[in-house]
């Protein structure tokens, strides 16, 4: 475990661990709400990174890592106002939110 | 890496495995929550407070907030009969699990030729909200216009069709 001891590998290895699962959530789950909630762990993972690069890399006075994040959080909200309301909507229309049952594009 | 961390990764990582693997959809919510708290957490761990505090108010107040009440609305809080799974989902764990391992892989691979920089920035708010009408002031006004037209499209898709409740 020698190459565990740099903190920047530890923060790198948990966003992709956490990646991984959001993955694993958005490809396995059938409800439309869980994949959103993937993709939200898989976005969250990236500023993690983003953040843990900021700390380490150099010249953090520049904050540039620090805004990627903080503008992919505000992305990451509008993403998520957006797909929930959409799945409201998916749900008005066919009364299901299981994306198996989910098969035409017509209203 | 000390035994703050080590505690906090697995908080981020229990609630995230939580919020996949559990059946309920509102106990994925609360697992959610908790992924997000964890990684507010980490984000301060790293010395990033304006970011921790913006995952608190964004992602704990906000998002989960909006997953609960989409859950509620669409009646998810009954259990599905054929299982939460997909059909496919040996595929999706696979590929998942190819992914962390490439991505694991090339974390190690790399670690010597990163730099470390072990000292704590002196960054403080100021600065931030400097940067942001500043250099970055582009990027702000573009998620501006970002916000209000998702809002509005959001309002718009969730709302009722020609404005009328059915």
Redesign the interface.
């Known amino acids: 475990m020698t190459?565990?001891?740099?903190?920047?590998?530890?923060?790198?290895?948990?966003a992709?661990?956490?990646?991984?699962?959001?993955?694993?959530?958005a490809?396995?789950?059938?409800?439309a709400?869980?994949v959103?909630?993937?993709i939200?762990?898989m976005l969250?993972a990236a500023?993690?990174n983003l953040?843990?690069f900021?700390?380490?890399?150099?010249r953090?006075?520049l904050?540039t890592g620090?805004?990627f994040?903080?503008?992919s959080?505000?992305?990451?909200?509008?993403?998520?106002?957006?797909g929930?309301?959409?799945?409201?909507?998916i749900?008005?229309h066919t009364n299901t939110?299981?994306?198996?049952k989910i098969n035409r594009l017509k209203g | 890496m000390n035994a703050v961390f080590y505690l906090l990764a697995v908080l981020t990582i229990g609630g995230g495995l939580a919020a996949v693997l559990l059946k309920h959809l509102v106990h994925c919510a609360l697992a959610t929550t908790v992924a997000f708290s964890g990684l507010a957490l980490l984000y301060l761990q790293l010395d990033a407070q304006f970011a921790g505090f913006a995952q608190i108010l964004v992602y704990i107040g906000a998002v989960a907030i909006l997953i609960v009440f989409a859950i509620l609305l669409t009646r998810g809080s009954d259990l599905p009969q054929d299982g939460v799974f997909s059909r496919s989902w040996s595929v999706g764990f696979v590929i998942a699990a190819g992914v962390f391992a490439v991505l694991a892989w090339a974390v190690m691979q790399s670690v010597r030729a990163v730099p470390q920089q072990t000292a704590v920035p002196a960054v403080t708010v100021h600065d931030i909200g400097n940067a942001l009408v500043g250099r970055y002031v582009l990027p702000l006004e573009i998620v501006a216009l970002l916000l209000t037209a998702a809002t509005i499209g959001a309002v718009i898709v969730a709302m009722h069709e020609n404005g009328r409740p059915k």
């Open positions: 190459g565990m001891t740099t903190p920047l590998a530890g923060y790198l290895l948990v992709a661990l956490l990646f991984a699962i959001g993955l694993a959530g490809l396995v789950r059938r409800n709400i869980l959103l909630i993937g939200e762990l969250n500023n993690l953040i843990a900021w700390r380490y890399g150099p953090p006075e904050l620090m805004m994040a903080i503008f959080i505000a992305v990451a909200a509008a993403e998520a106002a957006v929930l309301g959409l799945v409201i909507a749900h008005r939110t299981e994306l198996d």
